[in-house]
Nanobody, 124 residues
Framework: QVQLVESGGGLVQAGGSLRLSCAAS????????MGWFRQAPGKEREFVAA????????VYADSVKGRFTISRDNAKNTEYLQMNSLKPEDTAVYYC?????????????????WGKGTLVTVSS
């Protein structure tokens, strides 16, 4: 089993930045695909970004491309999401996810392990 714990959420003004972290425990996740998802109030959870086990491949939702950067440190069993130029519509609970399969569309659609989320609120 893999346990994931997100941190770094909070309240920020529009145009500001936040860096989310996701610490994994239980197993080393160096061979896992990692991802970030978010769920805004009253909306379904949506994909934000994903990264391959090596960090060599990254995928982003169009809504965050150019503003968010996903990264990972396998030595620390941790992944990150740097969020810049934040907008009020980025307000959501952000979830970290992990999956032992390689990075594919199918993997991004059904990640095996999930954290409990961290709230990001962007004020206008």
């Amino acid at each position: 089993q893999v346990q994931l714990v997100e941190s770094g959420g909070g309240l920020v003004q529009a145009g500001g930045s936040l860096r989310l972290s996701c610490a994994a425990s239980g197993r080393t996740i160096s061979s896992y695909t990692m991802g970030w998802f978010r769920q805004a109030p009253g909306k379904e959870r949506e994909f934000v970004a994903a990264i391959s086990w090596s960090g060599g491949i990254t995928v982003y939702a169009d809504s965050v491309k150019g503003r968010f950067t996903i990264s990972r440190d396998n030595a620390k069993n941790t992944e990150y999401l740097q969020m810049n130029s934040l907008k009020p519509e980025d307000t959501a609970v952000y979830y970290c996810a992990a999956d032992p399969r390689s990075l594919t569309i199918a993997t991004m659609r059904s990640m095996d392990y999930w954290g409990k989320g961290t709230l990001v609120t962007v004020s206008s």
